[in-house]
């Protein structure tokens, strides 16, 4: 976690959170659960974070459950970074998991409110924060409450209580920023048509409201036709493609990315392949062992947009 990261479309990571539980297809091969038992296994400085979130079975390491969250060091990190990045939220669990309180995920949102310079123009930091779920009911049960004055105070007193409160202030506070923040795009992991119906279904009445949304399909195991009221997002929406990776990757179906990237093409919606897959780029024989470099791909699919920028 920190300050570097192999996600190329992003810059770094924050992780207020750690550990989780699979809850779709997706899931199956889940990068941050391998990912967490190697660093319990290296120790060091970043090992107690995640000791205890994994256990050994036979396929290898899997979520034992446990929740995690960090301490006020952590919390603080993207304040502390002066030059502008990219930042993903959450790169090891999802911030909407049934055990985390939505007081820890206004937290983050308090922070990254802060960053956009909404409590203290000084404190403004130029971070493009992107945050992804598998759990799209309650991301918009979050957002709806964050949207309702009462209940969003009640969230920033919460911290205000636990003495997570900083500079707390209470005419420019939390409570009067606004619902949509600008340096902060939302959005969900949807691996086949059925998953990105269910949670597009969840998050659907967002798409007028001003945030910038995106779906990232991966591991893409299937081909999704994107319904127009995502494809009129335009350059407010953002796709991401990619195939699984790791030992046991399953391979992206061949008729996948093409389509999808016609379809955001067609409709303006920046489009972004972030990989093709190990099981696919040892059928190809790649050197990338994920086949995550552009330079060996068709040049048809050579497609690298963020938001704001597609064609
Ligand atoms: S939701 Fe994300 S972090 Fe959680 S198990 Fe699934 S892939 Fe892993």
Known sequence: ??????????????????????????CTNCYAMKDAARIVRMGGKGAKKYVGLTRDSKGGPVWTGDIRIADDDTFAMPLRWRRPRGIFVNSMS??????VPFVVAARVWWVIGQCAGFLDPSRTRGHRFQILTKRSARMAEFLAGWANTEIRRGWIENLYEQGRGEVFDWMNGPAYWPDVFPNLTIGFSAEN???????WADLRHLAGTGW?????VEPCLGSIRLPPDFLALGHRGW???????????RLMPEHCVLPILHQCRDAGVPFYLKQLGTAMAAVLGLRHPKGGEPAEWP?????REFPGMAR
């Open 239 to 249: 796709v991401i493609v990619g195939g699984e990776s790791g030992p046991k990757a």
């Open 94 to 99: 999802d911030l909407f998991h049934t055990d």
């Open 299 to 303: 040049e048809d699919l050579r497609v």
């Open 193 to 199: 048509q059925e998953r990105f119906d269910a949670r």
């Open 1 to 26: 976690m920190g300050d570097k990261t192999g996600i190329q479309w992003t810059e770094a990571t924050w992780n207020p959170v750690a550990g989780c539980t699979v809850v779709s297809p997706g």
């Open 212 to 216: 910038t949304i995106m779906v990232s």
